[in-house]
């Protein structure tokens, strides 16, 4: 996931992910800050810095810790579900000018394992390809996990779509039921009325 998004100087901006359990998340981003005179936005946003905390689908923070006008954080998912990660700067100027508007470029990776490619060149052939089959085995587990928590949210979505037309059937029966009985006490009440009025 790559995106940027724009926000205020002491604004609070969340987004959320749908990740599996025992999942790595690694996150790089980058600040830059308005000018107002260049109509454009700074390479860089130096002496501002982001606080960037992400909460578990329980309420529990996994991370919370301020890092630089750009940064990598990472954290590994013990729930499968939605996270909510948020960033906000530490901006100390007062409210009434600090509206200047920050760009946050970012780019999330989710069950990845990068290799150091440096490392992988100092070592020899065996010890390469041993590496890039661990890398390889990771990757395959991530896949994995993925499959499993996509099967898990498909049944749930199946046992919801079961509960739901079981409950439209149940309430077309009973709607039957109802009509088929007023029917019966419509046509009861009026034979009632035309023998009391003596019609028939």
């Known amino acids: 996931l790559a995106l940027y998004f724009h926000i205020g100087e002491r604004e609070e901006k969340c987004i959320i992910e749908d990740i599996p359990s025992d999942t790595l998340v690694v996150g790089n981003y980058k600040v830059q800050r ?3 005179h260049k109509h454009d936005f700074l390479e860089s946003a130096p002496g501002l810095g982001m606080f960037v905390t992400v909460t578990s689908p329980s309420g529990e923070v996994l991370l919370s810790k301020l890092y ?3 940064g ?3 954290f590994t998912s013990y729930l499968s579900g939605e996270h909510i990660i948020c960033f906000q ?3 100390t100027r007062f409210a009434v000018i600090a509206g200047s508007k920050l760009r946050i470029h970012l780019d999330i990776r ?3 394992h990068f290799l150091d490619e440096s490392a992988i060149q100092a070592k020899d052939k065996v010890n390469e390809v041993n590496v890039r089959l661990e890398h ?3 990757q ?3 896949v994995t996990r993925e499959q499993d928590y996509e099967r898990e949210r498909e049944e749930k979505f199946r046992k919801t779509s079961e509960e739901t037309n079981s409950n439209i059937l149940w309430w077309a029966i009973v709607q039957t039921l109802i009509l088929i009985s007023v ?3 419509q046509i009861k009440s009026l034979r009632d009325f035309f023998i009391a009025k003596k019609l028939v």
């Open 72 to 74: 990598t954080f990472s």
């Open 140 to 142: 395959i587990h991530h």
């Open 183 to 185: 029917g019966i006490w």
């Open 68 to 70: 630089g006008p750009q």
């Open 110 to 112: 989710v069950g990845e």
């Open 34 to 36: 308005w000018d107002i």
């Open 89 to 91: 700067s530490n901006s």
């Open 136 to 138: 390889l085995i990771e």
